[in-house]
């Protein structure tokens, strides 16, 4: 998969805003989750508000790779950056998470551009979209997703 910029409108509204992937059922391949996506085109139709309805696509009990594209605002200018998150929550069985762990290096390298890594163990980490705004810049983002924070 090559994340890239995209140039005509109907190309933008095809971009995904929110991707998540998963192992395959034999473990041996790390595969986009089916159904488990958000496209630029979706914003403001199907969906409110990006963050948290990404938040929601989130399994509570089993591990998960994501990318974020997310724009966001500083004291200075507007930016979007794109972020790999590591999902493992605490209620993930243990298999799993040294599985995820043990793979997320190799499915990084596959993705050019990622400007931020963040592994999230719980639903209390990533919720509030303030701790993705200190993630992309600390105190300097005032806002994301043109939410203010």
């Not at 995904?16 to 630029?40: H, M, T, Y």
């Not at 499915?107 to 931020?116: D, L, P, Q, R, Y």
Request: glycine fraction near 6%; proline fraction near 3%; include cysteine.
């Amino acid at each position: 998969m090559k994340v890239r910029k995209s140039s005509t409108q109907e190309e933008i509204k095809k971009r995904k805003k929110a991707v998540l992937f998963c192992l395959s059922d034999d473990k041996r391949q790390i595969i986009v989750e089916e159904a488990k996506q958000i496209l630029v085109g979706d914003i403001g139709d199907t969906v409110e508000d990006p963050y948290t309805s990404f938040v929601k696509l989130l399994p509570l009990n089993d591990c998960r790779y994501a990318l974020y594209d997310a724009t966001y605002e500083t004291k200075e200018s507007k930016k979007e950056d794109l972020v790999f998150i590591f999902w493992a929550p605490e209620s993930a069985p243990l298999k799993s998470k040294m599985i995820y762990a043990s793979s997320k290096d190799a499915i990084k390298k596959k993705f050019t551009g990622i400007k931020h890594e963040w592994q999230v163990n719980g639903l209390d980490d990533i919720k509030d979209r303030s701790t993705l705004g200190e993630k992309l810049g600390g105190n300097v983002v005032v806002s994301l997703e043109g939410k203010p924070l």
